[in-house]
């Protein structure tokens, strides 16, 4: 059996996959625990916020969702597609200031 090198060090290679595989372990440990607390931050904001009165979509801000998401599927033709996009901003803008006038 050949000697495999006993004694010398292994030399870093930048093409090797894995790479100080306890290194990467520690780093998504870290990562993972720096994710939960945000994630924990925004689950106790909801659960406390309290009940408070919906905003319920209204037909003619849907009507104007589904014009944009029009635009967006036929946008290949840019004449179809943002025509139908901005028929969609001139509904959603009537329809926030439909929401403005009536409160």
Not at 23 to 43: D, E, G, H, R, W
């Amino acid at each position: 059996m050949h000697n495999m090198g006993v004694g010398r060090k292994r030399r870093f290679n930048p093409n090797c996959p894995v790479k100080a595989p306890g290194i990467i372990a520690k780093v998504q440990y870290k990562s993972t625990f720096q994710n939960a607390i945000p994630n924990l931050f925004c689950i106790v904001v909801f659960l406390v916020r309290g009940k408070k009165a919906e905003n319920r979509i209204t037909p003619l801000a849907s009507l104007a969702f589904a014009f944009v998401l029009a635009g967006i599927i036929f946008g290949e033709d840019r004449l179809v597609g943002y025509g139908l996009m901005g028929i969609g901003v001139i509904l959603a803008v009537a329809d926030i200031l439909n929401r403005a006038r009536s409160k």
